[in-house]
């Protein structure tokens, strides 16, 4: 907690934001830092927490662990202007959720399978930027990452659905985690995340 805020989700304890993890941070625990991300902010697209509520206090497990009680406010982790633009900010955290899993089939976030099923979460610190950018958005690697049988664009898909059939958290809650488990519940929880071998 002693890094800047955005800071934070690339280099330091929240780059589960991007579906990444820091210094021997096993992938389970990983997994379960995304699952805790996934519920706040499907939970702020609903409108079922309070935007001007302690973050502290938010009644997602696990989240008090990132924030001192008092330094921030739902609705800035999603949207700053969020007391003007309150149907923006649930837009954005939606947004959010679809960021992630993007992230998460690029080459330097983390290492898939064939078919799209998650080995392992990679570091940011110890990799060259310039390589991870470029598996970011090179053609190739994003033709390859959306043609699993697992991959972005499904999820993306089932995602948004999911959320304009949701009348209610407690009706979305069951059907986001099994969506969860599926495209992100790595094989093996015990791998511990490394920098991977393209990406330094």
């Given at each position: 907690m002693t890094q800047p805020f955005v800071a934070r989700g690339h280099f330091g304890d929240m780059q589960f934001w991007h579906a990444m993890a820091p210094s021997r941070q096993?992938?389970?625990?990983?997994?379960?830092?995304?699952?805790?991300?996934?519920?706040?902010?499907?939970?702020?697209?609903?409108?079922?927490?309070?935007?001007?509520?302690?973050?502290?206090?938010?009644?997602?497990?696990?989240?008090k662990n990132f924030f001192l009680k008092g330094s921030r406010r739902v609705g800035d982790l999603v949207d700053y202007r969020y007391n003007d633009?309150?149907?923006?900010?649930?837009?954005?955290?939606?947004?959010?959720?679809?960021?992630?899993?993007?992230?998460?089939?690029?080459?330097?976030?983390?290492?898939?399978?064939?078919?799209?099923?998650?080995?392992r979460f990679y570091d940011y610190s110890g990799q060259s930027s310039g390589v991870?950018?470029?598996?970011?958005?090179?053609?190739?690697e994003v033709e390859i990452a959306t043609?699993?049988?697992?991959?972005?664009?499904?999820?993306?898909?089932?995602?948004?659905?999911?959320?304009?059939?949701?009348?209610?958290?407690?009706d979305a809650k069951p059907k986001l985690y099994v969506l969860v488990k599926e495209y992100f519940q790595p094989k093996n929880p015990y791998l511990l995340s490394r920098f991977g071998t393209d990406c330094i």
């Amino acid at each position: 907690m002693t890094q800047p805020f955005v800071a934070r989700g690339h280099f330091g304890d929240m780059q589960f934001w991007h579906a990444m993890a820091p210094s021997r941070q096993t992938a389970g625990e990983t997994y379960d830092l995304i699952q805790m991300w996934m519920e706040f902010a499907f939970r702020v697209s609903l409108g079922d927490l309070d935007l001007n509520a302690d973050v502290y206090d938010a009644p997602v497990s696990g989240l008090k662990n990132f924030f001192l009680k008092g330094s921030r406010r739902v609705g800035d982790l999603v949207d700053y202007r969020y007391n003007d633009h309150k149907e923006m900010a649930k837009g954005v955290a939606l947004g959010q959720l679809l960021h992630l899993s993007q992230d998460s089939f690029a080459k330097c976030h983390s290492d898939r399978d064939s078919e799209g099923k998650l080995i392992r979460f990679y570091d940011y610190s110890g990799q060259s930027s310039g390589v991870h950018k470029r598996f970011d958005s090179e053609a190739r690697e994003v033709e390859i990452a959306t043609t699993k049988q697992l991959n972005p664009v499904d999820f993306g898909q089932r995602l948004l659905r999911l959320r304009a059939e949701s009348v209610s958290w407690d009706d979305a809650k069951p059907k986001l985690y099994v969506l969860v488990k599926e495209y992100f519940q790595p094989k093996n929880p015990y791998l511990l995340s490394r920098f991977g071998t393209d990406c330094i």
